[in-house]
């Protein structure tokens, strides 16, 4: 069954350091997105990507994030400078259609620890 | 804005017992509403989805849960608890077609716990 693949599953970083999460989205899936889970806390929306612009993005997304779809298979999330409340669950998600059903698939996650 | 509220952050029920897990939803169209399942180190599953073709919607591992317009609700339910239930649920609802890409909305989670 096809699946959402993310790598890291976990990496450490000092604060102020340039963080890359990678994700393969389902290949023939047209809506990528973004979601974090801070420990203990909800699942929580950062921003959604769509025919290589972001489609939306929540208050979280601020500048030190950014998402790039460098090629036809990956799908990035990058921390320009992380700080220590970047440490989370990072999930990438993706979506046939936008506007179907809303289902997405999610991958298993990438933890980022930030020190 | 949509959101959803899940009653209770923690529910212990006995192997064998009815399991149940509450939601609310807040929403000015008709909602998707879905349940996810997140068991420990793992990423987020569905369980199922309410698309509005069924109120009673049936999922994986035994769950379901009844769409309630009247009381704006989306419980799951499970007529019989396994150990292997014990993860983290959650409730969550799909931002409209008004935008590019529907996101979804996700509740505060409900852990379950299973006693033996």
């Known amino acids: 069954e096809p699946e959402v693949t993310q790598t890291p599953s976990h990496q450490v970083t000092q604060m102020g350091q340039e963080v890359i999460l990678r994700c393969v989205p389902i290949?023939?899936?047209?809506?990528f997105y973004w979601y974090r889970q801070i420990l203990g806390q909800k699942v929580e929306f950062l921003v959604s990507?769509?025919?290589?612009?972001?489609?939306?993005k929540s208050e979280i997304f601020d500048d030190q994030f950014s998402v790039e779809r460098p090629d036809g298979s990956n799908f990035t999330l990058k921390i320009r400078s992380t700080k220590l409340e970047d440490s989370a669950m990072y999930f990438c998600a993706s979506s046939v259609d936008g506007r179907d059903t809303g289902e997405l698939f999610f991958g298993e996650g990438s933890r980022l620890t930030v020190l | 804005a949509q959101s959803v509220t899940q009653l209770g952050s923690h529910v212990s029920v006995s192997e064998g017992a009815l399991v149940l897990l509450r939601c609310n939803y807040s929403s000015s169209v008709p909602p998707y509403l879905f349940w996810y399942v997140q068991y420990p180190n793992q990423g987020l599953q569905l369980l199922l989805k309410y698309t509005s073709a069924a109120t009673l919607v049936k999922g994986i591992n035994g769950f379901e849960a009844e769409f309630k317009k009247s009381e704006t609700s989306f419980h799951l339910t499970k007529p019989s608890a396994h150990m292997s239930d014990a993860a983290e649920y959650f409730c969550?609802?799909?931002?409209?077609?008004?935008?590019?890409?529907?996101?979804?909305?996700f509740g505060s989670g409900t852990r379950l716990s299973i006693r033996p």
């Open positions: 969550a609802v799909s931002d409209q077609p008004v935008s590019s890409a529907s996101k979804i909305i």
């Open positions: 290949s023939n899936h047209l809506y």
């Open positions: 990507f769509y025919n290589n612009e972001i489609s939306e």
